[in-house]
């Protein structure tokens, strides 16, 4: 699905420099903190509160707050 995702978002002109998904942490998803934690290695973050998790559901404000980092939620 990802393979998908980014390739439809690199043609409109955004192209992340890390992603990850559920599969790189065993199936450890939101509200874990391992996504964001591979996302703060990827990017080689000196603290987790140097990130930001954005998202529109309560499970990923959750997803944010377990990591330490700033949580934004985002109401349509």
């Given amino acids: 699905m990802m393979d998908i995702v980014v390739k439809g978002a ?3 002109g955004y192209e992340p420099d ?3 998904t ?3 942490t065993n199936s450890y998803g ?3 903190l391992y996504m964001i934690f591979r996302n703060i290695e990827a990017l080689k973050l ?3 509160w140097r ?3 954005v998202g529109d559901i309560a499970m990923d404000i959750k997803e944010g707050i ?3 980092v700033w949580s934004v939620g985002v109401v349509v």
Avoid: L, M, Q, V
């Fill in 10 to 12: 690199k043609e409109k």
């Fill in 18 to 20: 890390f992603w990850t």
């Fill in 22 to 24: 559920p599969d790189s």
């Fill in 30 to 32: 939101r509200p874990y």
């Fill in 46 to 48: 000196s603290a987790p």
């Fill in 51 to 53: 990130g930001g998790k």
């Fill in 66 to 68: 377990n990591a330490g």
